[in-house]
């Protein structure tokens, strides 16, 4: 099993920063891909950005050119930072991990998840 934990979220106004953490613990030998996801209310789970075992990022186009995904494999941690941050990007930031390789997209490509941080951008 695999435990995830999120941290970083707060409140913050348009414009500004936060860099978000995640600390994997547990068989974390098992981990590949990481993502991170957001939910705001009443809208579906949405991919924000993923990092590979070996490197390789994507993210969603509404953030692309603002953040920024990396990871610490001696850490057993995965960050995102995200600039210039607007109201529409309020909401619950998950960090998702998977036995899977390779850049994945769909939530259920992903094994493990985390409780969730809250991120509030306010205008």
């Known amino acids: 099993q695999v435990q995830l934990v999120e941290s970083g979220g707060g409140l913050v106004q348009a414009g500004g920063s936060l860099r978000l953490s995640c600390v994997t613990s547990?068989?974390?030998?098992?981990?590949?891909?990481m993502g991170w996801y957001r939910q705001a209310p009443g809208k579906q789970r949405e991919l924000v950005a993923v990092i590979t075992s070996y490197g390789r990022t994507t993210y969603a186009d509404s953030v692309k050119g603002r953040c920024t995904i990396s990871r610490d494999n001696a850490l057993n941690t995965v960050y995102i930072v995200m600039n210039r941050l607007k109201p529409e990007d309020t909401a619950v930031y998950y960090c998702a991990a998977s036995n899977r390789v390779g850049v994945l997209i769909a939530p259920s490509e992903y094994d493990y998840w985390g409780q969730g941080t809250q991120v509030t951008v306010s205008s």
């Open positions: 547990g068989s974390t030998f098992s981990i590949n891909s």
